[in-house]
Structure formats: structure tokens, C-alpha cells
């Protein structure tokens, strides 16, 4: 299995950046794809970015589109989120998720592994 660990949330101002990273320890020889979702205070959690197995196929949700990159260092065996123009309804508890295969998901259901949150706040 993969253990995911993120780092890098905390508090920024509207219009500022964060980079979130998601470190991936244990069988992380086999190929997997990577998400990052996202779910503030009585909302369901969604997709924010996703990023296959080698880094070349990535998707957006709709409201990060043009503000937020996924990326990946396989040698490093870490994922990042790269957050720019931060808005107060970025705000929320940012997760790392990852399955095994090259595909990735929108889909919650789909990834098998997640990492305990990350918490970003975003002061108007």
C-alpha cells in the first residue's frame, strides 16, 4: 500500500500562494496516479487537480482552472499543488489521494489512499 503525508497549508492572504506537497512512502514502485481534493465546512469534498502516473496528463476543477498546477517528482516520490491567486473559498482541508494504475480519477471512490489533510485558510 502508499502512505501519504502532506505538508505546506496554513494561513495566506487573499491573492497570495501556497504549495502543498504529498510525500508517498511504502510500495510506491508500482505506478500510481494522484489527486488532490479538497472539503471545507459542510460541503462535500471535491476534486481540485489530478496528475497520472508519469506527469503528463493532468485535469482541473472547474474553480482552480488558470490558478493551481499539479506536478510530480517520481524521484522524489512527492506530488505538489502549486495554489496562486488564493480566494477565501479556497479554503478548506486540501487531501492527497492516490490509486494504483496510470489513470487518474475524479472520483473519490477511485483512489485507495489518503493522507491525513492539510488545512488552508485564506484571509479576505
Known amino acids: 500500500q502508499v502512505r501519504l503525508v502532506e505538508s505546506g497549508g496554513g494561513l495566506v492572504q487573499a491573492g497570495g500562494s501556497l504549495r502543498l506537497s504529498c510525500r508517498a512512502a511504502g510500495r510506491t514502485c508500482r505506478s500510481y496516479a494522484m489527486g488532490w481534493f479538497r472539503q471545507a465546512p459542510g460541503k462535500e469534498r471535491e476534486v481540485v487537480a489530478t496528475?497520472?502516473?508519469?506527469?503528463?496528463?493532468?485535469d482541473y476543477g472547474d474553480a482552480v482552472k488558470g490558478r493551481f498546477t499539479i506536478s510530480r517528482d517520481n524521484a522524489k516520490n512527492t506530488g505538489y499543488l502549486q495554489m496562486n491567486s488564493l480566494k477565501p473559498e479556497d479554503a478548506a482541508i486540501y487531501y492527497c489521494?492516490?490509486?494504483?494504475?496510470?489513470?487518474?480519477?475524479?472520483?473519490?471512490?477511485?483512489?485507495?489512499?489518503w493522507g491525513q489533510g492539510t488545512q488552508v485558510t485564506v484571509s479576505a
Open positions: 489521494a492516490g490509486r494504483y494504475g496510470t489513470l487518474p480519477s475524479t472520483r473519490l471512490s477511485d483512489y485507495a489512499y
Open positions: 496528475i497520472n502516473d508519469h506527469g503528463r496528463q493532468f
